[in-house]
């Protein structure tokens, strides 16, 4: 995984994550339940970076089958994986001093606050270490967004491709999530982000950036005349002194 970072820039990670399930009968949905997949992209100054953190984990407990459903990790898939507390100190490394964007806010939150007391409970909470933004709770109160505000719809609204995604995957939902967050504030300015890069995680697979096929831009090349009139404009320029141009 890709997580070193210069700790003076003002930065974004966008994080998703996969558990064994979730109760759904009252109480803090992470009882019970462990973090089995952690990914999260960086954003610096509207770009994404390519810099990303993404890990399988091996809980200690069976994937609850509904679960499988949803995201096709499975027990055995696991067994090879590290425990949260091998990652820990990566992971916080790579979220600390960042705005933490995550979709359910409270859900992924939720859960890394227990991982965090699971290990150490000096340790702290999430929002000791990052300011926490639920792109949930954004379009909830943003005009003229769709019914359904998962992922799936935000992304849709936004025209964004979700082609490459038949599961629900930690690090791809996070660069699905990404693209929708920079739509959501104003669009993304600059595409940074390297189609299939992977500086090998921690489980040695790897997820490819989505990407939306699209033609060869044609290349149009100036006329002499058009290259004549340039030149005689670039003369009129340098005569009032240094002409970039031509340097």
């Not at 992209?41 to 091996?58: A, C, D, M, S």
């Not at 629900?168 to 982000?193: K, P």
Request: aromatic fraction near 6%; glycine fraction near 8%.
């Amino acid at each position: 995984m890709n997580t070193s970072h210069n700790p003076e820039q003002r930065r974004i990670v966008v994080l998703d994550t996969e558990t064994t399930g979730m109760n759904r009968e009252g109480g803090p949905h992470y009882m019970g339940h462990r973090i089995i997949e952690i990914g999260a992209v960086e954003i610096i100054n509207r770009k994404l970076t390519g810099r990303h953190f993404h890990v399988y984990l091996k809980p200690d407990m069976p994937i609850q089958p509904d679960a499988i459903d949803v995201h096709g990790i499975t027990d055995e898939f696991l067994l090879d994986k590290p425990v949260y507390k091998q990652v820990h100190e990566e992971f916080l490394d790579f979220i600390k001093g960042a705005e933490l964007v995550a979709h359910n806010a409270p859900f992924d939150v939720g859960f890394m606050d227990h991982e965090f007391g699971m290990l150490d409970a000096s340790i702290g909470t999430t929002d000791q270490y990052c300011k926490v933004t639920d792109t949930l709770a954004m379009a909830k109160r943003m005009a003229n967004m769709p019914a359904r505000k998962n992922l799936d719809s935000l992304a849709k609204h936004y025209t964004i491709d979700t082609s490459a995604r038949i599961l629900h995957g930690a690090l791809l939902d996070a660069e699905i999530l990404a693209d929708v967050y920079l739509a959501m504030t104003g669009g993304q300015t600059s595409m940074q982000f390297n189609a299939g890069q992977s500086d090998g995680d921690a489980g040695g697979e790897s997820i490819k950036r989505l990407t939306s096929s699209r033609k060869s831009l044609k290349v149009l090349m100036a006329s002499a005349d058009e290259l004549d009139a340039h030149s005689a404009r670039l003369d009129i320029v340098e005569k009032g002194g240094s002409c970039l141009w031509r340097q």
